[in-house]
Each structure stands twice: as C-alpha cells, then as structure tokens.
C-alpha cells in the first residue's frame, strides 16, 4: 500500500513529493505522522488543501474558528499526547451479534486513555499526534482486550479525527463557568 506522509507543516508528501492541489486520489493511502505532527498540524492540513475539509461537515466551521486561536504554547500540562485508536468490538451476545468498527481520538496522559471533550481545541493545538493500535473487545470484556498493530488510510485519520473533534463545538466564551 502507498505511504502519504503528515508534515508538521500541513503538506502531504508522497515518496518524498509534495502532493499537489489534489488529495482525494489519496485517502485509501496508508498515513504516516512524520515527527512534530501536532493538532495544529492537522489544521494545517486543513487548510492546506481545500478539498478536505468537505470530509467533515463541522471541519469548516472549525477553521473559521482556527483564525482566532492562540499560534504557540497552546498545550495544557499533564497531556503527553493525543492518539487515534481503531476498535473492534463484537456485540449482541446472547442475541443477534454484531461487529462494530469505530476510531476513538483521545488523550494519553501518564500511558493512560482520557476523554478530551472537556478540553477547548484552542488548548490542544500544540498537543503531539500518534496512531495508535488496534483494539479488539469481545462481547464487552474490557478486561481481556487485545491490542494489534494497524495502518490509518488518510480517509481513516481525516474522519476519525474530525468525528472526536466535532463534540467540540463550544467556543470558550459559551463555555459553563463554576
């Protein structure tokens, strides 16, 4: 399978060669994160090439809001990284069984999973960017879960990504204060 690689800067690069105005051709590519590939990377990314943010319905509304954010020390302290994860899990046992596929995007702190709705993007633009394994739960046991390795498609980490970050829609000024 074909390598596109994630520049830190927003570029897409394919054996070595900026991938030009059109990235569609390449979303069934395997994706790499080059080193200091950020949320603000992915943004980037975004913007870079015009035709993406149509993957996602809240991607544009999300750039428009990118132009007001902080451009550095946007990472809050305590989250070491922020990770893509694929997940089979097989449900409906007793019953009708069924297989569930699903990207999770979320934080890792301490080598621990944990939500990151509760954090403003503003905060994790600068929080650094992994894929993660492959997780495969079975009629629910959370106990006895198996890790594999895995390869993203560019579809894969623009979608998945994009999903997470879509339960982010609350500005900082209409954010609940205690």
Same mark, same amino acid.
């Given at each position: 399978?074909?390598?596109?690689?994630?520049?830190?800067?927003? &570029?897409?690069?394919?054996?070595? !060669?900026? $991938?030009?105005?059109?990235?569609?051709?390449?979303? /069934?590519?395997?994706?790499?994160?080059?080193?200091?590939? %950020?949320?603000? /990377?992915?943004?980037? =990314?975004?913007? !870079?090439?015009?035709?993406?943010?149509?993957?996602? @319905?809240?991607?544009?509304?999300?750039?428009?809001?990118?132009? /007001?954010?902080?451009? !550095?020390?946007? !990472?809050?302290?305590?989250?070491?990284?922020?990770? =893509? %994860?694929?997940?089979?899990?097989?449900?409906?046992?007793?019953?009708?069984?069924?297989?569930? $596929?699903?990207?999770?995007?979320?934080?890792?702190? +301490?080598?621990? +999973?944990?939500? $990151?709705?509760?954090?403003?993007?503003?905060?994790?633009?600068?929080?650094?960017? &992994? =894929?993660?394994?492959? &997780?495969?739960?079975?009629?629910?046991?959370?106990?006895?879960?198996?890790?594999?390795? %895995? %390869?993203?498609?560019?579809?894969?980490?623009?979608?998945? $990504?994009?999903?997470?970050? +879509?339960?982010?829609?609350?500005?900082?000024?209409? /954010?609940?204060? @205690?």
């Amino acid at each position: 399978m074909d390598m596109v690689e994630l520049q830190p800067d927003g &570029r897409m690069m394919e054996r070595g !060669r900026p $991938i030009g105005d059109d990235p569609l051709p390449f979303f /069934s590519n395997s994706v790499q994160l080059n080193p200091g590939f %950020t949320l603000r /990377s992915f943004f980037l =990314l975004l913007k !870079r090439y015009p035709e993406l943010p149509r993957v996602n @319905r809240f991607f544009p509304g999300m750039l428009e809001r990118y132009g /007001s954010w902080p451009e !550095r020390d946007c !990472r809050p302290a305590g989250l070491d990284w922020l990770q =893509l %994860t694929r997940t089979v899990e097989m449900v409906g046992f007793p019953g009708k069984p069924r297989l569930d $596929i699903y990207h999770v995007f979320h934080g890792m702190a +301490a080598g621990e +999973a944990l939500e $990151i709705k509760s954090y403003q993007l503003e905060h994790l633009l600068d929080v650094p960017v &992994r =894929l993660g394994g492959l &997780r495969h739960v079975v009629f629910g046991d959370k106990v006895n879960v198996f890790v594999f390795e %895995t %390869t993203y498609t560019l579809f894969d980490v623009l979608e998945g $990504i994009g999903w997470q970050l +879509a339960f982010h829609g609350t500005p900082t000024e209409c /954010s609940l204060r @205690r």
